[in-house]
């Protein structure tokens, strides 16, 4: 008997603590709910006054202003602020746009000034492609961290220049291989192969194939000028491709040679 009434008491208790906790729990949502309704009416109203304050002394968004930019057209910077033209120069959200603004693959850097009464002052640093990556039959422009930044334009002269890597991590490793040529190799460099996710073979654009050493790539760079120095010219435009694998020396194949 007594038994049964301690297990009353205790549902009993039970029963007031979860009954009292979901009063209190709906008490704090209705008083959250309440806050939020007034902050949002009062920056309604902040911003209304600050807007009326802005249009009656002129300190307006009436012009943007963005430096020269390559592969950005002024669209697609200005579509973030067209909302705002007209309308209090103060209220303008600069950090959120910049985010957004962050999130163009094309942009490496953004700055955004305003002087505080009717210009917003725009600076770029545009990423710079450093070679062309070709994957599934697309190729794509990356950055020197190895980040894809667009599909590559064959009709725009300058990214024609840049050097297309091939293979499986190609992507991840070509930085040290530019890293690794000298500055006027780049120029004769058409293709970059990443064989066995080890080494590299480069073709040239005339036509040559270099195989390069996997660790010492600036050393067969070296060693291939010390070769062509060495052959005469006529022999040179025969010669079909270049074993540089092994330091200080250089294997040559020639055209239409059974020899490998």
């Known amino acids: 008997m007594i038994k049964e009434k301690l ?24 008083v959250i709910f309440y806050e939020l309704y007034n902050s949002y009416i009062l920056k309604k109203k902040f911003s209304s006054l600050v807007n ?13 202003q963005i430096n020269s930019l390559k592969n950005i057209e002024f669209s697609q910077i200005e579509k973030y602020f067209i909302e705002y033209y007209g309308k209090s120069i103060f209220l303008i959200p600069i950090q959120e746009i910049s985010k957004m603004l962050n999130q163009n693959k094309w942009i490496d850097k953004v700055t955004i000034e305003s002087n505080y009464k009717d210009i917003i002052t725009i600076s770029i640093t545009e990423s710079i492609p450093i070679g062309i990556f070709y ?33 499986k991590n190609s992507l991840y490793n070509a930085n040290l291989l530019l890293e ?32 390069l050493s996997e660790n010492k790539m600036s050393e ?15 022999d040179f435009q025969e010669i079909e491709l270049i074993d540089l694998r092994i330091l200080k020396k250089g294997i040559l194949k020639f055209k239409d040679s059974k020899n490998d």
């Open 180 to 211: 690794s040529m000298p500055l006027i190799f780049k120029k004769e460099i058409a293709e970059a192969i990443f064989i066995n996710n080890r080494r590299w073979d480069v073709k040239l654009k005339n036509g040559i194939k270099l195989k």
């Open 135 to 167: 994957n599934n039959g697309n190729y794509l422009l990356f950055s020197k961290n190895g980040e894809i930044i667009d599909f590559a334009n064959h009709k725009i002269k300058s990214y024609s220049k840049l050097i297309k890597f091939k293979g």
């Open 7 to 30: 297990n009353k008491k205790k549902t009993n208790l039970n029963f007031i603590l979860k009954s009292s906790f979901i009063i209190l729990l709906t008490f704090v949502l209705i």
């Open 52 to 64: 009326k304050f802005s249009q009656n002394y002129e300190y307006t968004l009436k012009e943007l």
């Open 220 to 234: 067969s760079f070296e060693n291939y000028y010390k070769i062509i120095k060495s052959i005469p010219e006529k």
